[in-house]
């Protein structure tokens, strides 16, 4: 099943070589050889980590309301009619099937959410390189959007000792890296299971890239 979110945020920076200049990363390093296909993956959660992440905020902040008004699991007043339960001890039976389905595809859909911002947040936390993770965070997981000119001259500037001035084709060098490395952890995590890309009949050469649940039999 894939999870239908929002379009995939148009990026102000994505070359057509970025595939292979990535990929060459995978020659001189001790990673595990992902793929094109994993690459591309990794770039379109980077991408969309912010619309993951204000989708799982709003999730739980609405169960946050939901306790503290006092109504349980199965208050859905405004999905599929009137339904609603107001004790623990008034029947279910008059639930329709779907509104329950609704529910649970939003619980399931929350928990790939959070499994993938938070295993995206771990990874960038544990980025080694100052310049490395300081662009991750301008480009992809900090709280403001940063174009990417604006990024490159942010970190030209140079701030601190430690975060010294680099020039625009170390940041793009620096950058392809960071995305090399990520994809590589999370290849080995196994955050790159929950992403799929659909060939099928209607889609462009490319693909379409979107989140799916995974099968038992597929973890």
Same mark, same amino acid.
């Given at each position: 099943?894939?999870?239908?979110?929002?379009? /995939?945020?148009? /990026?102000?920076?994505?070359? =057509?070589?970025?595939?292979?200049?990535? /990929?060459?990363?995978?020659?001189?390093? %001790? %990673?595990? &050889?992902?793929?094109?296909?994993?690459?591309?993956?990794?770039?379109?959660?980077?991408?969309? %980590?912010?619309?993951? *992440?204000? @989708?799982?905020? /709003?999730?739980?902040?609405?169960?946050?309301?939901?306790?503290?008004?006092?109504?349980?699991?199965?208050?859905?007043?405004?999905?599929?009619?009137?339904?609603?339960? @107001?004790? +623990?001890?008034?029947?279910?039976?008059?639930?329709?099937?779907?509104?329950?389905?609704?529910?649970? +595809?939003?619980?399931? &859909?929350?928990?790939?959410? =959070?499994?993938?911002?938070?295993?995206?947040?771990?990874?960038? #936390? #544990?980025?080694?390189?100052?310049?490395?993770? =300081?662009?991750?965070?301008?480009?992809?997981?900090?709280?403001?959007?940063?174009?990417?000119?604006?990024?490159?001259?942010?970190?030209?500037?140079?701030? +601190?000792?430690?975060?010294?001035?680099?020039?625009?084709? $170390?940041?793009?060098?620096?950058?392809?890296?960071? !995305?090399?490395?990520? $994809? *590589? +952890?999370?290849?080995? *995590?196994?955050?790159?299971?929950?992403?799929? !890309?659909?060939?099928?009949?209607?889609?462009? =050469?490319?693909?379409?890239?979107?989140?799916?649940?995974?099968? &038992?039999?597929?973890?």
């Amino acid at each position: 099943m894939i999870i239908d979110v929002s379009p /995939s945020v148009e /990026s102000d920076f994505d070359p =057509k070589d970025d595939l292979v200049e990535i /990929s060459r990363i995978y020659q001189v390093q %001790f %990673f595990e &050889n992902p793929d094109e296909e994993d690459i591309r993956k990794t770039k379109w959660l980077l991408k969309n %980590f912010r619309t993951f *992440n204000r @989708l799982k905020k /709003s999730y739980e902040d609405a169960q946050k309301r939901k306790w503290a008004d006092g109504l349980d699991d199965f208050d859905l007043t405004g999905m599929g009619g009137a339904v609603k339960r @107001l004790s +623990t001890n008034d029947l279910i039976s008059n639930i329709p099937e779907n509104v329950m389905i609704a529910r649970e +595809t939003r619980q399931a &859909n929350y928990k790939i959410y =959070k499994f993938v911002v938070e295993a995206i947040i771990h990874a960038s #936390n #544990n980025i080694p390189n100052i310049h490395e993770h =300081k662009i991750v965070e301008l480009l992809f997981v900090g709280d403001k959007e940063v174009k990417y000119k604006d990024a490159v001259k942010y970190m030209r500037a140079g701030y +601190t000792e430690a975060l010294y001035s680099i020039e625009a084709t $170390t940041f793009a060098e620096k950058r392809r890296r960071v !995305i090399a490395s990520l $994809t *590589n +952890t999370l290849l080995f *995590n196994g955050t790159l299971d929950y992403v799929t !890309i659909d060939y099928g009949r209607g889609r462009n =050469k490319e693909g379409e890239i979107g989140l799916r649940q995974l099968n &038992n039999r597929d973890v």
